[in-house]
């Protein structure tokens, strides 16, 4: 069984990855701002500005989960709207991966997932902001997959609109539900576990022949017109 860390484990995505995993019998180490959520071995901290907690275990894997969603008209941005987002989905997780590697350059074949979003990929109204910030994280997936090879994989997964606390403003009526599943090819939102899903496996030896990738979990919307 392996030893993992998870980041943002008490909500969303981040939630159902850590119960896949602890129900395989993996060992989780869980860090989030609000709650000590399903991980045994679990800590409160803001990665993005508090010291983070030691773990004496090798690592087999880090997934870092946190995310924003800003939706706001480009002209209508200001640039602490810009950097609140960098510091989220980037420079937390650099600050995560940094002081961790030790802790991955211990185990055998680790691995890493970071989270993009299809609108980094593809261009979406008012997504400016958090697409800068998700563009890098995918810059950042294919400059470490390079760098830390062949010892550490490195990989990224870029969902569209998923079922999360996150994005509740986004589906808290039927209309709207109904709205963001019809602009999918397979006419349907993410699940948490749909996500959480393809985290575990890349970060399972199942990929071992997988590095520098982006996966797009997003019903097809980002390649699919039907």
Not at 118 to 126: E, I, L, N, Q, R
Not at 139 to 162: D, F, M, Q, Y
Not at 199 to 206: F, G, P, T
Request: aromatic fraction near 4%; charge should be neutral.
């Amino acid at each position: 069984m392996g030893n993992y860390l998870v980041v943002g484990h008490s909500s969303g995505i981040g939630r159902a990855l850590t119960l896949l995993l602890t129900e395989a019998g993996h060992k989780v180490h869980g860090i989030s701002r609000g709650s000590l959520g399903p991980a045994a071995h679990a800590h409160i901290a803001d990665v993005t500005t508090d010291p983070l907690p030691h773990i004496d275990d090798p690592l087999d894997g880090i997934a870092y989960c946190p995310g924003s969603i800003t939706l706001k008209p480009f002209r209508g941005l200001k640039p602490a709207d810009i950097q609140k987002d960098l510091d989220i989905n980037v420079l937390g997780a650099v600050r995560v991966l940094q002081h961790y590697l030790p802790n991955l350059q211990k185990a055998e074949s680790p691995s890493v997932v970071l989270f993009s979003t299809v609108a980094a990929g593809t261009g979406m109204p008012y997504h400016a902001s958090v697409a800068i910030a998700k563009a890098a994280v995918e810059g950042l997936t294919k400059s470490l997959a390079a760098e830390w090879a062949p010892k550490i994989r490195v990989n990224c997964i870029a969902p569209s609109l998923t079922d999360t606390p996150l994005a509740a403003r986004l589906l808290d009526t039927e209309e709207k539900r109904s709205a963001a599943a019809a602009r999918h090819p397979l006419k349907v939102t993410g699940r948490t576990e749909d996500i959480a899903a393809a985290a575990r496996l890349l970060l399972s030896d199942q990929s071992r022949f997988t590095t520098g990738q982006v996966w797009h979990i997003d019903g097809g919307i980002s390649s699919v017109r039907i």
